[in-house]
Nanobody
Framework: QVQLVESGGGLVQFGGSLRLSCAASGSMFNIYTMRWYRQAPGKQRELVATIVGGRATTYGDSVKGRFTISRDSAKNTVYLEMTNMKPEDTAIYYC???????????????WGQGTQVTVSS
């Protein structure tokens, strides 16, 4: 009933910047918590950033001071601004959200399909 679609991935040089977007669409819904994860080849999935209620944010230690998560409630879209990027940022980035469909009444976790980010050295 709710779909999350990531976009904005691609190739960027060391020290460059990239902006990822995650758009939610479908049934009438309420968004509570949104998260960005990443999965690098041969590595475990890593929590990159979290935003609660469109205000409170937390970040993984490896991206603090470089990445920023934000949300545009009017557009039902969450963003991840990535700056001063490093080769170790190379991964597939996934968006997930704790979302309640209005006519359902329960909060469920939804996932996007991911977008590839590659940083050259």
């Amino acid at each position: 009933q709710v779909q999350l679609v990531e976009s904005g991935g691609g190739l960027v040089q060391f020290g460059g910047s990239l902006r990822l977007s995650c758009a939610a669409s479908g049934s009438m819904f309420n968004i509570y918590t949104m998260r960005w994860y990443r999965q690098a080849p041969g590595k475990q999935r890593e929590l990159v950033a979290t935003i609660v209620g469109g205000r409170a944010t937390t970040y993984g230690d490896s991206v603090k001071g470089r990445f920023t998560i934000s949300r545009d409630s009017a557009k039902n879209t969450v963003y991840l601004e990535m700056t001063n990027m490093k080769p170790e940022d190379t991964a597939i980035y996934y968006c997930s959200g704790d979302i309640r469909v209005v006519n359902g009444g329960t909060i469920e976790e939804y996932w996007g399909q991911g977008t590839q980010v590659t940083v050259s050295s």
